[in-house]
């Protein structure tokens, strides 16, 4: 992108305004997309990251019901075509998910901190069982026990609670970037991820949320279509939840890929920032690079980012 003729400055609550930093992502090339770095973790290029997601997490239970191995994972919401299709190959093979310790990864809030019921038609937790625990054959379900959600009882102590269920951390979280750059809804800036530094923003638990403005647009996208009926409040694990897992999976085909290269140019530049970007608490979801996992990128997320041309219209 030309600069030269006409240059200014990156907003303060831009999560990261380095011009070298944003050159650098912006331009990467897909050919040097792909590597693993020294934690274990890795990027892949794949058509549809959703099915490649959909079978990793068919192989987790699959393993956790031959081993007999208690498996504990935080689950994203909602993410129907994913859990269906899991559900529905463990229905064909007959593998139980009887050892799976689910935790729902986040759920909406009111403004003074009460936590939506489960039976709410939005409720991301409501969402959940559905789409995953009712997708499973009966005799094929974990206990109903294991499914964990929020509840204004225990958003206190819900970190400790993967931690003990998960005997210090959950075996795997399942993940996609938001907008903001955030994982879950640890959104950057915000009161209740608060730290001096990366090390002490690490170890912030689960809490109440108060959303940005763009968490708040993106959601009504993904949901109800209208900002006044979005709830501008959630709760969420934290940092430290996604720094304790064992294992974690990304999916990078975010909501608006397949139109026109100059429509999604925006959603490609926050997943190169978390990808290829500094770890900082700024980007929450940069943590990523400090764990083992794995992080599907589409094809259509790889393009090269191009500016839009008005000629085109």
Known sequence: MNRKLFDFEVPDWFPVKDPLVLERCRNIRREDMEFTNENGYSIRIV??????????????????????KKTVIVFPNSWRNVYTSAAEMCNQFGVSARNIHAFCMDEWADEEGNVCPIEWDQSLGGHFLREFYLSFREDLRPRLSQIHYYTNENIKHYSDDIDECGDGGADLIISATGWVGHTAFIDPGINAFKADTLEEFMELKAGFVDNTRLTVAQNANCWSGDVWHT??????????????????????????????????????????????????KEVPASLYQLTKGTMYVSEEMARPIEPMDLREF
């Open 231 to 280: 709830p501008r409040y959630s709760v969420s694990i934290g940092p430290r939840d996604v720094m304790h897992a064992r294992d974690h999976l990304e999916r990078h085909d975010l909501g608006y890929c397949m139109g026109p290269a100059m429509y999604n140019s925006w959603e490609r530049m926050i997943s190169r920032l978390q990808l290829y970007g500094p770890v900082c």
């Open 47 to 68: 058509p549809h990251p959703e099915s490649a997601i959909a079978t990793q997490l068919f192989h987790f239970i699959w393993k956790s019901d031959v081993e007999d």
